[in-house]
């Protein structure tokens, strides 16, 4: 097969406009393998996959489903079932990662959280070329045969074999490279991961094309608990960064298992590279696209570590977690949701256009709350939450808030350019966003932590409207029609939290109770300034999830 030349003339032939690139997100990671650390191998990896769809009709995986996806209504009633089991396992997560980190923060140093932002940092980079683009391809065929899951599988697997070497044996060059000795032995824990992930990786995605949400959830619910119960056993023994890594093993090596028996499919003793080739495509292109994406949005993690030190790293990391924590939530489950159904409407404009307002503006009404309350009740939340010990990252937090809820919109963008097949301007778009932030993040280094927070912050609201214009062209969407979806709820959250902050000034009252009066008043203040500024499409959108709530 490897002489054979019409199969390296199917993989390097050149870059269509019909190829499709798989979506990158611009907003930092979070490692869902790891509900506290950063990055994602899953669905925050930056993959910019290329790839000119293979319509073959040999066979269609989970056909009742496929079937059932092409009626409108029918798509849209699995899309909101999918956000509710999503949401389920979301929230799990958020809480039992909001309780382990009050737990660890208090045993672990911000060292040890640096160390483990660095590995995480490594893992995910490795993983961009964990599959060459081959999950996110079946994931966008109409139909997938056979000789083309079963010869992923293996491909998915190998590399996964392969990459777990590649850093174990590398592990003291990569921890001389960030200037942090401590890095080697925690980073080799961390690589069986990647096999992992290469194991799961194809029943994953037969499961995300058919809509299956509630096998994904339940992956990820019980690798939560498991995550979490091994994370604070060792802790508890003494163990500091090797608890992080290992809650980050447990639940990748947890999830997969279920996602291997919810699948219920198995592969065959088969590997063809003609099968594979479709699939693959130009995978050079694939991981070099991912990489550049991966780094213009995790590129702060060594630049931190190197400018500053490890400890600034450290607080980075665990800002990141204590607004990751409930923003994943919302946004990983957009982002698995969104992009198969957006593949669905990629020939009907006019659906796709109202989808991506009423989507955007779901997304800003539940994710403003978050933001700015997050923004709002920093100080009393960190002191209780984390302790005393972590006052320094009050400010980043409230950076990172803002800079979450703007950069909703480009996880968005990309589920959309995945289904137009918008390539070129994909790729140089991750080059050009990837120079232009890291030249930022470099500059503003000198100045500090809460400085490079900023820089990020600013970068995003210069990036994010260009990107935000772009995708509506390709849908024929106006810019001013998502402006004003957004706008009103986003303004509601900047009314809630002026408020909140007003309420927490209560002079010699303790943090708990400054904590609790911010929480609670705020869920006073969002749903009266929601109904005052924002009825119209509030009382759509409820109205919509009880019909919903109601057919399923």
Same mark, same amino acid.
């Given at each position: 097969?490897?002489?054979?030349?019409?199969?390296?003339?199917?993989?390097?032939?050149?870059?269509?406009?019909?190829?499709?690139?798989? @979506?990158?997100?611009?907003?930092?990671?979070?490692? &869902?393998?790891?509900?506290?650390?950063?990055?994602?191998? *899953?669905?925050?990896?930056? #993959?910019?996959?290329?790839?000119?769809?293979?319509?073959?009709?040999?066979?269609?995986? =989970?056909?009742?489903?496929?079937?059932?996806?092409?009626?409108?209504?029918? +798509?849209?009633?699995?899309?909101?079932?999918?956000?509710?089991?999503?949401?389920?396992?979301?929230?799990?997560?958020?809480?039992?990662?909001?309780? /382990?980190?009050?737990?660890?923060?208090?045993?672990?140093? @911000?060292?040890?959280?640096?160390?483990?932002?660095?590995?995480?940092?490594?893992?995910?980079?490795?993983?961009?070329?964990?599959?060459?683009?081959?999950?996110?391809?079946?994931?966008?065929?109409?139909?997938?045969?056979?000789?083309?899951?079963?010869?992923?599988?293996?491909?998915?697997?190998?590399?996964?074999?392969?990459? /777990?070497?590649?850093?174990?044996?590398?592990? %003291?060059?990569?921890?001389?490279?960030?200037?942090?000795?401590?890095?080697?032995?925690?980073?080799?824990?961390? /690589?069986?991961?990647?096999?992992?992930?290469?194991?799961?990786?194809?029943?994953?995605?037969?499961? &995300?094309?058919?809509?299956?949400?509630?096998?994904?959830?339940?992956? &990820?619910?019980?690798?939560?608990?498991?995550?979490?119960?091994?994370?604070?056993?060792?802790?508890?023994?003494?163990?500091?960064?090797?608890?992080?890594?290992?809650?980050?093993?447990?639940?990748?090596?947890?999830?997969?298992?279920?996602?291997?028996?919810?699948?219920?499919?198995?592969?065959?003793? #088969?590997?063809?590279?003609?099968?594979?080739?479709?699939?693959?495509?130009?995978?050079?292109?694939?991981?070099?696209?991912?990489?550049?994406?991966?780094?213009?949005? $995790?590129?702060?993690?060594?630049?931190?570590?190197?400018?500053?030190?490890?400890?600034?790293?450290?607080?980075?990391?665990?800002?990141?977690?204590?607004?990751?924590? @409930?923003?994943? /939530?919302?946004?990983?489950?957009?982002?698995?949701?969104?992009?198969?159904?957006?593949?669905?409407?990629?020939?009907? $404009?006019?659906?796709?256009?109202?989808?991506?307002?009423?989507?955007?503006?779901?997304?800003?009404?539940?994710?403003?709350?978050?933001?700015?309350?997050?923004?709002?009740?920093?100080? %009393?939340?960190?002191?209780?939450?984390?302790?005393? $010990?972590?006052?320094?990252?009050?400010?980043?937090?409230?950076?990172?808030?803002?800079?979450?809820?703007?950069?909703?919109?480009?996880?968005?963008?990309?589920?959309?350019?995945?289904?137009?097949?918008?390539?070129? =301007?994909?790729?140089?778009?991750?080059?050009?966003?990837?120079? +232009?932030?890291?030249?930022?993040?470099?500059?503003?280094?000198?100045?500090?932590?809460?400085?490079?927070?900023?820089?990020?912050?600013?970068?995003?609201?210069?990036?994010?409207?260009?990107?935000?214009?772009?995708?509506?062209?390709?849908?024929?969407? $106006?810019?001013?029609?998502?402006?004003?979806?957004?706008?009103?709820?986003?303004?509601?959250?900047?009314?809630?939290?002026?408020?909140?902050?007003?309420?927490?000034?209560?002079?010699?009252?303790?943090?708990?109770?400054?904590?609790?009066?911010?929480?609670?008043?705020?869920?006073?203040?969002?749903?009266?300034?929601?109904?005052?500024? *924002?009825?119209?499409?509030?009382?759509?959108?409820?109205?919509?999830?009880?019909?919903?709530?109601?057919?399923?």
């Amino acid at each position: 097969m490897l002489t054979d030349a019409s199969f390296w003339g199917k993989l390097f032939q050149p870059l269509g406009e019909n190829s499709i690139p798989f @979506p990158t997100s611009p907003l930092y990671g979070v490692h &869902e393998r790891c509900p506290f650390l950063l990055t994602d191998f *899953d669905v925050f990896s930056p #993959y910019a996959f290329f790839l000119r769809p293979d319509f073959s009709k040999v066979f269609s995986a =989970f056909p009742s489903e496929m079937a059932l996806m092409s009626q409108p209504q029918a +798509l849209k009633s699995t899309a909101i079932r999918g956000v509710g089991w999503l949401t389920g396992a979301k929230i799990l997560r958020s809480v039992s990662a909001l309780v /382990t980190l009050s737990i660890m923060s208090r045993f672990l140093p @911000p060292e040890a959280f640096g160390l483990a932002g660095l590995i995480i940092f490594m893992t995910g980079l490795a993983q961009t070329f964990g599959d060459f683009g081959t999950r996110l391809a079946i994931i966008r065929k109409d139909t997938v045969n056979e000789f083309e899951s079963s010869s992923a599988f293996w491909f998915n697997l190998g590399l996964g074999i392969a990459l /777990t070497s590649l850093c174990y044996v590398f592990a %003291p060059q990569i921890s001389i490279a960030f200037g942090a000795p401590g890095l080697t032995e925690p980073l080799r824990w961390a /690589t069986p991961i990647f096999a992992l992930v290469g194991l799961q990786s194809t029943s994953a995605c037969l499961l &995300e094309r058919a809509l299956k949400f509630r096998a994904l959830a339940m992956s &990820e619910i019980l690798g939560t608990v498991a995550g979490a119960v091994v994370a604070v056993g060792l802790v508890l023994l003494g163990y500091g960064v090797g608890a992080l890594v290992a809650q980050m093993a447990a639940i990748s090596a947890v999830s997969t298992g279920v996602l291997i028996l919810e699948a219920r499919w198995r592969p065959k003793f #088969y590997f063809s590279l003609d099968a594979l080739a479709p699939l693959l495509h130009i995978g050079v292109w694939a991981s070099l696209g991912a990489m550049v994406t991966y780094l213009g949005a $995790n590129l702060e993690r060594p630049i931190l570590a190197g400018l500053l030190s490890v400890t600034a790293l450290g607080y980075f990391t665990m800002g990141q977690q204590i607004v990751g924590t @409930p923003v994943r /939530t919302i946004v990983q489950v957009v982002q698995k949701m969104m992009m198969p159904v957006f593949s669905k409407m990629k020939d009907d $404009n006019d659906r796709a256009s109202r989808a991506y307002v009423d989507t955007a503006h779901a997304l800003f009404f539940v994710m403003s709350p978050i933001c700015f309350g997050l923004l709002a009740i920093a100080e %009393p939340m960190v002191r209780v939450v984390l302790g005393p $010990n972590w006052d320094p990252i009050v400010p980043v937090i409230g950076g990172l808030s803002l800079w979450a809820l703007v950069s909703v919109l480009s996880d968005l963008n990309v589920s959309v350019i995945v289904a137009k097949g918008h390539v070129r =301007f994909q790729f140089w778009w991750s080059i050009f966003s990837m120079a +232009l932030t890291t030249l930022a993040i470099i500059f503003a280094a000198r100045f500090g932590l809460v400085a490079v927070v900023l820089t990020r912050l600013g970068m995003s609201m210069i990036l994010v409207p260009i990107f935000t214009i772009y995708t509506g062209r390709t849908i024929d969407l $106006n810019l001013w029609k998502v402006i004003s979806a957004v706008c009103r709820p986003a303004l509601c959250g900047a009314v809630m939290a002026a408020g909140v902050i007003g309420v927490l000034q209560i002079p010699d009252s303790s943090e708990v109770l400054r904590l609790i009066l911010g929480i609670g008043s705020g869920l006073i203040i969002y749903p009266l300034a929601a109904l005052i500024i *924002d009825r119209r499409r509030s009382m759509s959108l409820l109205s919509a999830l009880k019909n919903a709530r109601r057919r399923s």
